[in-house]
Nanobody
């Protein structure tokens, strides 16, 4: 059974940085696409970024220039470096994965496996 476990969330002030991690386990094949999503209270889930096993990445416009997605294939770990955080970034952040290659649209329906989430809170 595939397990995705996020960590690294917390509370920071506006302009601060956080690095989220997602450790994947429980599968013997390749997770070709991994991504980050977020959901704020009373808002719909939003795709943040995704990365393909080829190295190709896609970021949402709202985080371009501030967030960087990366992955360590050997350690089966996904990362999200978040810089210059804003109060609007406050949300629960979820890691997601799928064996198919990324479609380049950061859409939740493209992912089969999800973590439980880690909370990020940015104060002004």
């Amino acid at each position: 059974q595939v397990h995705l476990v996020e960590s690294g969330g917390g509370s920071v002030q506006s302009g601060g940085s956080l690095r989220l991690s997602c450790e994947a386990s429980g599968y013997g094949y390749s997770m070709n696409c991994m991504g980050w999503f977020r959901q704020a209270p009373e808002k719909e889930r939003e795709g943040v970024a995704e990365i393909d096993s080829s190295g190709r990445t896609k970021n949402a416009d709202s985080v371009k220039g501030r967030f960087t997605i990366s992955r360590d294939v050997v350690r089966r770990t996904l990362y999200l470096q978040m810089n210059n955080l804003e109060p609007e970034d406050t949300a629960m952040y979820y890691c997601a994965a799928d064996s198919n290659h990324c479609a380049g649209r950061i859409r939740g329906s493209d992912f089969s496996y999800w973590g439980q989430g880690t909370q990020v809170t940015v104060s002004s």
